[in-house]
């Protein structure tokens, strides 16, 4: 991002600083958000200078993988650790090495790439035979799944007997690709995106860092909006604050900073109850105009977003719709009072719970392909309508 320098003796200049998307990624695992006993699991193992040689990070784009898989790595390799230490020091040789990318015993590539090819695969795992520079040499595939057959095959081996001083962390959004024969040799890491608490809490701590409490105070009205435009992924999130951040020191109206959402939250949510009810009432027609419309729009992914969030409370609802209220704290952003009432209607012509797991799925899967760029937003669409409505006789 780019900022005014204003130099005494020279004009202004427009100078770059780190988005806060960048500059806020967590450099130890108490930064971490969320997740907590998936990184209580990997912190033990640093606890007791016990590591395993093969791991596989598992969740949705955005959940925190390839950061895990680089604080780990570089954790390994902490030149002043000591037994009890679980963060890496971020001060000696090894970690500023790991920081910058260029740490010579930690190798990253990305498999949805050409680098996914079995040369690429066979050129690391003959670079596992040497010995590391540091303590051990670290090998991080990211987008795991995207691998060719051949450099699945060509792992096998290496996975089920690593190296002496070598460890391998696999990173994948769809576990369900991996080979059996792989899957069943990785200590396995699944991951989630935070609570909106806790996605709240790392919020307010940055702009107390980074804005005037009199700003602070301002964005923080607009938190509720941020996290559920973002899905709950902290990177979206963050990039999200920093922009209504931008347009408040600016002066801008509530207007202006309501066109970074692209429609209001209600306003989609309300969208969203519709194609979830005709959804449940086996109609098509409506909810694949409702898809078009947001498409073109351009809300489509924050669409998906509230529909997973009120599909997941519908689920909830139609299970124990009793006990309901204990379960509200974890939807928070979800106006209750209106989608309780329609849920209550869908719940008394014994629609199936299990549809909304069906609509979940479809609407997770298909949100990850396109936050990879793997389909256009027409593609996407095309991918709901054919996991919900593919097998289906058409309805009104």
């Not at 997973?308 to 409370?313: A, E, F, G, Q, V």
Request: aromatic residues 8%; positive net charge.
């Amino acid at each position: 991002m780019l900022t005014l320098d204003n130099k005494k003796g020279k004009e202004k200049r427009i100078t770059s600083i780190d988005s806060w998307a960048v500059k806020y990624r967590p450099r130890s695992f108490d930064d971490f958000i969320g997740n907590k006993s998936q990184v209580n699991i990997i912190t033990s193992f640093i606890k007791n200078m016990k590591m395993p040689k093969t791991w596989l990070f598992s969740g949705m784009s955005g959940s925190g993988k390839t950061t895990l898989a680089r604080m780990l790595a570089q954790v390994i390799n902490c030149e002043n650790l000591k037994k009890g230490d679980i963060n890496p020091c971020n001060e000696c040789t090894s970690c500023k090495l790991a920081r910058k990318m260029s740490h010579p015993d930690i190798k990253e590539i990305n498999a949805s790439s050409e680098a996914g090819n079995v040369d690429e695969v066979r050129s690391i795992v003959n670079q596992a035979r040497f010995k590391p520079n540091y303590y051990m040499k670290v090998f991080i595939i990211d987008e795991a799944h995207g691998l060719s057959f051949k450099a699945k095959e060509s792992l096998l081996k290496p996975l089920e007997e690593p190296p002496k001083q070598t460890v391998w962390i696999l990173c994948t959004t769809a576990p369900e690709k991996m080979p059996e024969a792989v899957y069943g040799r990785c200590q396995k890491i699944f991951l989630s995106y935070p609570s909106y608490d806790e996605l709240e809490s790392r919020l307010k701590e940055i702009l107390s860092m980074e804005c005037s409490k009199k700003v602070a105070k301002k964005v923080e009205k607009y938190l509720p909006e941020i996290i559920n435009a973002s899905g709950y992924q902290p990177r979206d999130a963050i990039s999200l604050l920093q922009q209504v951040a931008s347009l408040i020191e600016a002066g801008k109206t509530k207007i202006d900073i309501q066109s970074i959402f692209k429609g209001s939250v209600e306003n989609i949510q309300g969208l969203a109850r519709k194609f979830i009810s005709y959804y449940l009432y086996g109609k098509k027609i409506t909810p694949t105009k409702i898809l078009f419309n947001v498409t073109s729009e351009g809300i489509l992914q924050e669409f998906i977003n509230q529909v997973i969030m009120l599909s997941n409370y519908g689920y909830m609802f139609m299970l124990d719709d009793k006990n309901i209220k204990q379960y509200r704290d974890f939807f928070k952003g979800v106006n209750t009072i209106r989608w309780d009432s329609v849920l209550s209607h869908i719940k008394k012509s014994k629609v199936k719970p299990y549809k909304l797991l069906v609509l979940t799925s479809s609407m997770t899967e298909s949100l990850e392909k396109l936050r990879m760029g793997l389909v256009s937003e027409q593609g996407c669409v095309a991918i709901i309508l054919n996991n919900l409505f593919g097998n289906e006789k058409g309805s009104k």
